[in-house]
């Protein structure tokens, strides 16, 4: 089956950092971009930036340069994003999503991870 | 940014209606535009890509259409699996972005 599993719901404080994980299984990881979106409570989508997963290059969206980063573990099919110097506008429910260009891109995500919610609370 | 205006915020309808989404662009974006279905809890699912192409195993009840600013979601005849809220997602830009999402309720 082909799935994207995200790791378990975040409890963080202002100013710490989150990693959270997205572990493929069914398709041939490293052929498949994968991307990541966010959504806050009662907004609308939001994106992040996208990492190719064999090789490990990132293009992230200019809101978040600087604070995100996005890295890969081919041998367990993984990818990761890491956001630091958290804030109350960070808290948001997170997705990993596959781009569904076969060894491309085309930025139309055909599946998503369940979502990790990070909540940023003192 | 490409700013992706949806309405009505919420649409009111009973099963076996037919349901018309509307997703307007700030500047043109061609065909590049997707639509999604998101039901609390899950993940979202690709409904339609390139303005009008139905993804895999997307039922034919979903159609999209326009191009340039203006995109219509068309769902011809409301399912109970149906009520979800939908969102719109350009990517004729180097920086994509999505709409508010219309809620699809029932009546």
């Known amino acids: 089956q082909v799935q994207l599993v995200q790791s378990g719901a975040e409890v963080k404080k202002p100013g710490a950092s989150v990693k959270v994980s997205c572990k493929a299984s069914g398709f041939t990881f490293s052929t498949y971009y994968i991307h990541w979106v966010r959504q806050a409570p009662g907004q609308g989508l939001e994106y992040m930036g996208i990492i190719k997963p064999s090789g490990g290059s990132t293009r992230y969206a200019q809101k978040f340069q600087g604070r995100v980063t996005m890295s890969t573990d081919t041998s367990t099919s993984a990818v990761f994003m890491e956001l630091s110097s958290l804030r109350s506008e960070d808290m948001a429910m997170y997705y990993c999503?596959?781009?569904?260009?076969?060894?491309?891109?085309?930025?139309?995500?055909?599946?998503w991870g369940q979502g990790t919610m990070v909540t940023v609370s003192s | 940014e490409i700013v992706l205006t949806q309405s009505p915020g919420t649409l009111s309808l009973s099963p076996g209606e037919r349901a018309t989404l509307s997703c307007r662009a700030s500047?043109?974006?061609?065909?590049?535009l997707a639509w999604y279905q998101h039901k609390p809890g899950q993940a979202p699912r690709l409904l339609i890509y390139g303005a009008s192409s139905r993804a895999t195993g997307i039922p034919d009840r979903f159609s999209g259409s326009g191009s340039g600013t203006d995109f219509t979601l068309t769902i011809s005849s409301l399912e109970p699996e149906d009520f979800a809220v939908y969102h719109c997602?350009?990517?004729?830009?180097?920086?994509?972005?999505f709409g508010g999402g219309t809620k699809v309720e029932i009546k």
């Open positions: 997602q350009q990517y004729g830009s180097s920086l994509l972005t």
């Open positions: 500047q043109s974006v061609s065909n590049y």
């Open positions: 999503a596959r781009d569904m260009s076969l060894r491309g891109v085309n930025y139309v995500f055909d599946i």
